[in-house]
């Protein structure tokens, strides 16, 4: 074989193993954003639901349930942040949790106290959707 | 963002916004001079090129009208005003320098003054 020819068929199959490479690496990384933007959407529909269950006006408030639903939202948060496989994510998911802590405290005074108000529920879904929306950048 | 500096409140049309006639209606004194900066601040951030500003002050003018209409109660307006507040610092502290000191004016300083107002408002 022509030495110039190898050459140029070396070249040629460190040009395509590369190629396989970078496409098959961005195709690994748009398949595990999906799953991380999958992964923030449930926690959304999460807290929206908890939102939902307890800021009703007038309903008595169940201290046990209320916990057993922050519990669980503890854990879903916690098994999200050392889930995610981009770092860079992580800091987005505990901004998150801490709106989801900061939602419980609000709700567990407000409902405690029987003093949920009319428009606090879709005040706080607004402010929910609205963080959920930056955190997954639209 | 507009250029900084002080700019008479441009009212849209001849009618007054549901805030506008609720805060017309606080007379009290020490809250006169926090009343015509909150108003002449949120005037300025409805009509700031940047849209999360223009949301900003949105939300908190739909919000000071439920607190007056008691659809929700001062906890619940505090409680808003802080995510808002939590939301914003991550966007003032991204501005550039010489844009920050305008963003935060017309954005945490708002929902700081609106705090004050708010009591006069319930």
């Known amino acids: 074989m022509n030495p110039n020819t190898?050459?140029?068929?070396?070249?040629?199959?460190?040009?395509?193993?590369?190629?396989?490479?970078?496409?098959?690496?961005?195709?690994?990384?748009?398949?595990?954003?999906?799953?991380?933007?999958?992964?923030?959407?449930?926690?959304?529909?999460?807290?929206?639901?908890?939102?939902?269950?307890?800021?009703?006006?007038?309903?008595?408030?169940?201290?046990?349930?209320?916990?057993?639903?922050?519990?669980?939202?503890?854990?879903?948060?916690?098994?999200?942040?050392?889930?995610?496989?981009?770092?860079?994510?992580?800091?987005?998911?505990?901004?998150?949790?801490?709106?989801f802590d900061a939602d419980a405290t609000h709700l567990r005074s407000k409902a405690s106290r029987g003093k949920v108000t009319p428009g606090l529920a879709t005040e706080m879904k607004k402010d929910v959707n609205k963080i959920y929306d930056h955190a997954l950048g639209r | 963002m507009p250029s900084a500096g002080k700019r008479k409140r441009k009212k849209s049309s001849g009618k007054k916004s549901a805030l506008d006639s609720a805060l017309d209606q606080v007379t009290d004194e020490s809250l006169a001079a926090s009343k015509e900066e909150f108003q002449d601040l949120l005037a300025q951030a409805k009509v700031?090129?940047?849209?999360?500003?223009?949301?900003?002050?949105?939300?908190?003018?739909?919000?000071?009208?439920?607190?007056?209409?008691?659809?929700?109660?001062?906890?619940?307006?505090?409680?808003?005003?802080?995510?808002?507040?939590?939301?914003?610092r991550v966007f003032v502290d991204s501005q550039p320098a010489q844009s920050q000191e305008r963003a935060e004016k017309l954005t945490l300083h708002v929902l700081e003054i609106a705090a004050r107002v708010a009591i006069a408002l319930i």
């Open chain 2, 48 to 88: 700031d090129t940047s849209e999360l500003i223009r949301q900003n002050a949105q939300e908190l003018e739909e919000r000071l009208v439920l607190l007056k209409k008691r659809k929700i109660d001062k906890e619940d307006f505090d409680f808003f005003v802080e995510n808002q507040k939590r939301d914003l």
């Open chain 1, 6 to 99: 190898a050459k140029n068929l070396i070249a040629r199959n460190v040009f395509l193993c590369a190629a396989a490479i970078a496409i098959t690496s961005c195709g690994t990384a748009t398949f595990s954003k999906t799953g991380s933007d999958a992964q923030i959407e449930s926690l959304r529909n999460f807290e929206l639901a908890f939102i939902d269950e307890f800021a009703v006006p007038g309903k008595r408030f169940n201290a046990a349930a209320f916990d057993a639903k922050v519990n669980q939202g503890n854990a879903k948060f916690q098994q999200a942040i050392a889930d995610e496989k981009f770092t860079a994510r992580r800091p987005v998911l505990v901004d998150l949790k801490g709106q």
